[in-house]
């Protein structure tokens, strides 16, 4: 996806923009994603990955309105539930006590044992699963040209040739995620899959986004709770396990009892890309420009690299350096 929006920002600016994809459009770690929009919650207050996220989350409603599409934006809150034995920290400055009443009464379906939690009003939630197809659309009618089934087999600062020996000129943007250190041709940059495994649960509503010590559960628009996620080294071993699904409804279950009733819907998993210091690579690598390692907020931060990477590849506009590929 965030191939999509990096070619909507570039094809928005006049350039033309050829997408090679190799398999199916934003199929890897954005439809995987449970759509959470919290940079409060994410970043633990850490810089600069809670400015850039509470910065790309501004964006979001403009950005989606340009969309022309519905993909489910909804200001829902975050409750950062604290139960005994949990940390009772504040994850963030922005973030607000609320009492054993006070949350219940906020979020009824809590456990019992829930002592109070954090209230971060401004966080966010979208279905992932619809923004997908409306940036792709949304890139294709500002003239940006797919090309679905192309693998790279090599990189350079003047184009990319394929597999078929094609050659296509230009200037080279990798958008390759978990992905990104197998491209041939692009210097290897310490970008890894991390593994995360998700289950979609019906018929139980929750109002906020939900995040425990073990997981976190994420309500739909259409009335689903979407519990996650485990945070797997595996490589790019696929699939769902039964320890991690187990996991995932454990934690679920745990922090909303009446989530055991649910109606089990499904599970998947998808690889973030992640990086040694949990940091996003944007920038130029040997002249290849790269935006990847997004970990945890590839959807979060969609809007704001896809501004930045356009504003560089296009007008020359300096990248934030403490992003830069550089740094490995
Ligand atoms: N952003 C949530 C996750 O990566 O699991």
């Known amino acids: 996806?965030?191939?999509?929006?990096?070619?909507?920002?570039?094809?928005?600016?006049?350039?033309?923009?050829?997408?090679?994809?190799?398999?199916?459009?934003g199929a890897e770690a954005s439809s995987a994603a449970a759509g959470i929009l919290a940079p409060r919650m994410e970043a633990h207050g850490r810089e600069p990955l809670r400015s850039i996220g509470v910065e790309s989350l501004a964006l979001y409603p403009e950005w989606v309105a340009g969309l022309g599409a519905d993909v489910g934006l909804t200001r829902t809150g975050l409750l950062k539930v604290v139960r005994p034995g949990d940390a009772p920290d504040a994850?963030?400055?922005?973030?607000?006590?609320?009492?054993a009443d006070a949350v219940r009464f906020v979020e009824p379906g809590l456990a019992p044992d829930?002592?109070?939690?954090?209230?971060?009003?401004?966080?966010?939630?979208l279905d992932?699963?619809?923004?997908?197809?409306?940036?792709?659309?949304?890139?294709?009618?500002?003239?940006?040209?797919?090309?679905?089934g192309e693998e790279v087999a090599s990189a350079d600062p003047g184009g990319v040739t394929l597999v078929n020996g094609e050659r296509v000129e230009g200037r080279v943007v990798v958008c390759a995620g978990a992905w990104t250190a197998k491209v041939p041709g692009l210097r290897p940059l310490p970008v890894r899959p991390v593994r995360g495994q998700l289950v979609a649960l019906s018929g139980?509503?929750?109002?906020?986004?939900?995040?425990?010590?073990?997981?976190?559960?994420?309500?739909?628009?259409?009335?689903?709770?979407i519990a996650?996620?485990?945070?797997?080294?595996?490589?790019?071993?696929?699939?769902?396990?039964?320890?991690?699904?187990r996991a995932v409804l454990q934690t679920a279950v745990s922090m909303v009892p009446d989530l055991a009733s649910a109606n089990f819907e499904g599970a998947w998993s998808g690889f973030r890309p992640g990086t040694p210091d949990n940091l996003p690579v944007l920038g130029d690598v040997g002249g290849i420009w790269v935006a990847s390692g997004h970990y945890r907020n590839g959807i979060l931060l969609a809007p704001l690299t896809a501004k930045?990477?356009?504003?560089?590849?296009?007008?020359?506009?300096?990248?934030?350096?403490?992003?830069?590929?550089?740094?490995f």
Request: aromatic share 6%; hydrophobic share 50%; net charge positive.
């Open 114 to 125: 829930v002592l109070g939690a954090w209230l971060l009003e401004n966080e966010a939630t």
């Open 204 to 225: 139980e509503r929750i109002r906020h986004v939900l995040f425990g010590a073990g997981g976190y559960l994420v309500p739909r628009a259409d009335g689903r709770v």
């Open 228 to 245: 996650g996620a485990t945070v797997e080294e595996v490589g790019f071993s696929r699939g769902v396990t039964a320890g991690g699904v």
């Open 308 to 327: 930045w990477m356009a504003a560089a590849v296009v007008d020359g506009a300096r990248l934030p350096p403490v992003f830069s590929p550089a740094r």
């Open 91 to 99: 994850p963030d400055v922005e973030a607000r006590w609320l009492d």
């Open 1 to 25: 996806m965030l191939g999509c929006a990096v070619a909507l920002e570039i094809a928005r600016r006049g350039m033309p923009v050829e997408v090679l994809e190799r398999a199916i459009v």
């Open 128 to 148: 992932p699963r619809k923004l997908v197809p409306a940036v792709h659309a949304a890139a294709q009618a500002a003239g940006a040209r797919f090309r679905v």
